[in-house]
């Protein structure tokens, strides 16, 4: 034990020595290229060396970047000598000095297979409303944010994807007015130890709520919302933002693993006030349908993972739920039945608590909808919302604590299969359910 606290105290003593500041963190990793994240303390020349476990000898070393203070000494390294199917090992080296770190860093690249094997197995891990304290800045009482260590708990399952579903950090009345402010959460909420190795080996993907928007129950009449999209592509390290970089309008996407494609929606930029009288109510926007839909029909997955902020198929019109925007929730769900689009599940989060919903649909597959949510945030009480009339709802499915949630993909083709794990702080399982691919044609 003192060996390994030793161990610990001089890592983090050559952190603190080299600057880096939080990170380094796994990106989107494709075929033959990857995004490494990181921040730095002060402006430093960052550069990445990666090698291929079954070839250790054959070293390959980023292009150098140096970190500014205009995005908070954020740095997006990409590799791009890559082979597909490949693991990889990479070390950070800061101003030439090689940082040495007392967890895993690595990430694979994305698996040639179609045309040549069955899908391969793999697990996307997935949580939201991450809240970490901060007593200074928090309102007063009891901290809002605990149990950290259920990051770790994350880490060890290995996935090969963290989804971060919305509400990853909190922006407080002290930060959201400012870009100081909003470097200052992002940063404060980044580099917490407990993160680190989870963030350091799994590719990390996320969506915004609120929270990481601006104020509570944020829309697109938020006058800074500009900046704080700014502050979310320097902070994560998805493939893209919103249909068009050049438009500057929200930050959806998509990516692709295996036979699942992601779909990461906006429900914030251009959301409707909700105490707005006049006008058309909508909560994603013309624009973004249009995009997802055309998305998902032209999408070749076996399993279309739709991830928002809020819940869709609750059917408890309470808070942000999206039954609260009803013409538009109809819109999509009979878009997504008209051009008869297989294989579509929803995540979601928000609500701190968790639950499935199920719509069944007289004329195509039942739609599910799986609600995970908090990570570290407080969460709900179990008695008040089991009385919320949501009568899609699984039973067995609801808990309110901390939790995090898996989608694992296995099985023949003929078998394919999705399972929903759901585990408690320390990666006990509490819940789950198996969605065969046959279930969502």
Known sequence: MRIILAFLLYSVTL????????????????????????????????????????????????????????????????????????????????????????????????????????????????????????????????PYGSNYSIFESIAKKNPDIMIWGGDNIYLREADWDSKTGIHHRYTYSRKIKETQALLAKTQNFAIWDDHDFGPNDGDRGFYYKYETQQAFKDFWANKSYGMNPNQKEGIYSCFNWGDAEVFLLDNRFFRSPNDRLTGEKVLLGKTQIDWLIDALVTSKASFKIIVIGGQVLSNAAVFENYENYKTEKET???????NKIKGVTFISGDRHFTELSMLKRSDAYSLYDWTVSPLTSGYGNIEKIAKEENKNRVEGSLFAQHVFGTLSFSGEKETRQMKLTLFDKE???LWNKTILKKELE
């Open 15 to 142: 952190i603190s020595q080299n600057n880096l500041q939080s990170g380094p963190m796994v990106g989107y990793c494709e075929m033959k290229e990857a995004l490494i994240w990181l921040q730095t303390e002060k402006p430093t020349n960052v550069y990445i060396s990666y090698y291929a476990v079954d070839n250790v000898s054959d070293v390959f070393k980023s292009e150098k970047y140096t970190t500014s203070k205009d995005n908070a000494f954020t740095c997006h390294i990409v590799l791009d000598k890559l082979r597909p199917g490949k693991k990889y090992n990479y070390d950070v080296y800061l101003d030439n000095k090689k940082i040495i770190l007392p967890y895993e860093t690595s990430f694979s690249s994305k698996k040639l297979w179609q045309f040549r094997e069955k899908a391969p197995d793999f697990t996307i891990a997935l949580g939201s409303c991450a809240y970490i304290s901060e007593e200074a800045l928090d309102r007063p009482g009891k």
């Open 332 to 338: 999509l769900l009979n878009e997504i039945t008209a």
């Open 427 to 429: 990666g006990n399982e």
